[in-house]
């Protein structure tokens, strides 16, 4: 025996996790009057025939995410020196439970106007930037997160850094005379800069002072023999 039910489909009824069944007639979309909260969520919807009887329900699982990524720069953060053409870690922490991907932007004015560096790389809290060529110190960094929901939040360094292309000048050169421990070289740099001092009996110099790690605009050393 064959049972068949002649009343046809009258009408649609959905909910969302155990709320209420909604009728939404012959609708084949349905769009939540209320809003649904963060979280997973399961979508119910079922059949009705002419005489209101109720079909199986089918359902699908489903999550709400409106919460924009949480976003720390950590490194560059400011009073960095990096050199032009160097390679350095930009570093970040993003605090999301759908991660996806992150933009990184640089800007030479304190944050005025941003420059890309690379567009939606995982976001995997690192990147490696071969730094511009250079000279200012106005330099910061920003990281926008976007997550799979397509929400976006970002930070940048908090304050600015250097990126310096140009070698310090030397000038000023001077001996205060020869004495039998060695002799007082005395120069000056057009930046701070560190120094050590190659010397010997040709061209070929072959020995070296300590470096001398005092970051500094006038510099002193006494080589000995």
């Not at 979309?29 to 969520?41: F, L």
């Not at 020196?81 to 304190?110: E, F, L, M, P």
């Not at 908090?158 to 140009?166: E, L, Q, R």
Request: proline share 6%; aromatic share 8%.
């Amino acid at each position: 025996m064959c049972i068949r039910d002649s009343s046809g489909i009258t009408s649609y009824q959905v909910r969302v996790d155990a709320g209420d069944w909604t009728d939404i007639g012959n609708a084949l979309t349905y769009t939540s009057i209320s809003p649904v909260p963060d979280g997973g969520h399961v979508f119910y919807v079922r059949a009705v025939d002419g005489a209101q009887n109720p079909g199986t329900e089918a359902s699908l699982a489903f999550e709400i995410d409106t919460t924009p990524p949480q976003v720390t720069v950590t490194s560059p953060n400011g009073g960095e020196a990096w050199a032009g053409g160097s390679t350095h870690d930009i570093r970040w922490t993003t605090v999301d439970s759908n991660k996806s991907t992150a933009d990184i932007d640089y800007s030479v004015n304190s944050g005025t106007t941003w420059i890309p560096i690379v567009t939606s790389i995982p976001d995997t809290g690192i990147y490696n930037w071969t730094v511009p060529e250079l000279d200012t110190s106005t330099v910061r960094v920003r990281v926008t997160a976007t997550d799979r929901p397509g929400n976006t939040g970002g930070d940048t360094s908090n304050a600015d850094f250097t990126v310096d292309s140009t070698g310090p000048i030397i000038s000023d050169v001077s001996d205060a005379g020869t004495y039998t421990t060695g002799t007082t070289i005395i120069w000056a740099t057009s930046e701070a800069a560190t120094s050590r001092v190659e010397y010997g009996g040709t061209d070929a110099y072959g020995l070296t002072t300590p470096l001398d790690s005092a970051v500094s605009y006038t510099h002193l050393t006494l080589p000995t023999h």
